[in-house]
T-cell receptor, first 113, second 112 residues
Framework: DTEVTQTPKHLVMGMTNKKSLKCEQHMGHRAMYWYKQKAKKPPELMFVYSYEKLSINESVPSRFSPECPNSSLLNLHLHALQPEDSALYLC????????????FGSGTRLTVV | KNEVEQSPQNLTAQEGEFITINCSYSVGISALHWLQQHPGGGIVSLFMLSSGKKKHGRLIATINIQEKHSSLHITASHPRDSAVYIC??????????????FGKGTLLTVNP
């Protein structure tokens, strides 16, 4: 299995809702990432998990809450989002000490109404 | 100045043409990725390079570490190649460095 699987593919949520994005990989990668991508812009790094511990938080607002319950799974919990948070949210994984094998998921298209 | 510069920003070609997209970077890197993103879609990794040249089907990627430059070539281009092509580098920062630094992308349109 050489894929990063993200669910759901599309999500529409209200500003008072709580929802979660899910990311799963079975490549044995111990680094996992959340990126946010606005239209016609490159992805922006949000969070990095290394060995299931949060190692980088790029000053992301607390309404985004990541969780890495095990080495294969990465979640992003969403609460009280704003319309400007509408974007494509991409998950990626890689080996920790090896530049090879950086793999992206196909993303979740999030719309906040 | 962005650490990763791509050219051109936009490229329109006729089906069958040979395409070249360029990427220059200003930092020391451990790897360079070429990524493809179709409109509204997720990101697909095409190549990861640390030296030399790689070929996959009609796609060829080269890197010159000394000149800090990489090129992505598409031979016999086809309308389904229409997408944004993104160059991204993984740098060194005293041990592991998780961040990819992205170029702004090249929008390729191949007309039939």
């Amino acid at each position: 299995d050489t894929e990063v699987t993200q669910t759901p593919k599309h999500l529409v949520m209200g500003m008072t809702n709580k929802k979660s994005l899910k990311c799963e990989q079975h490549m044995g990668h111990r680094a996992m990432y959340w990126y946010k991508q606005k239209a016609k812009k490159p992805p922006e790094l949000m969070f990095v998990y290394s060995y299931e511990k949060l190692s980088i938080n790029e000053s992301v607002p607390s309404r985004f809450s990541p969780e890495c319950p095990n080495s294969s799974l990465l979640n992003l919990h969403l609460h009280a989002l704003q319309p400007e948070d509408s974007a494509l949210y991409l998950c990626a994984s890689s080996p920790v000490w090896d530049a090879r094998g950086y793999t992206f998921g196909s993303g979740t298209r999030l719309t906040v109404v | 100045k962005n650490e990763v510069e791509q050219s051109p920003q936009n490229l329109t070609a006729q089906e069958g043409e040979f395409i070249t997209i360029n990427c220059s970077y200003s930092v020391g890197i451990s790897a360079l990725h070429w990524l493809q993103q179709h409109p509204g879609g997720g990101i697909v990794s095409l190549f990861m390079l640390s030296s030399g040249k790689k070929k996959h089907g009609r796609l060829i990627a080269t890197i010159n570490i000394q000149e800090k430059h990489s090129s992505l070539h598409i031979t016999a281009s086809h309308p389904r190649d229409s997408a944004v092509y993104i160059c991204a580098v993984k740098g060194w920062s005293g041990g592991s460095n998780y961040k990819l630094t992205f170029g702004k992308g090249t929008l390729l349109t191949v007309n039939p």
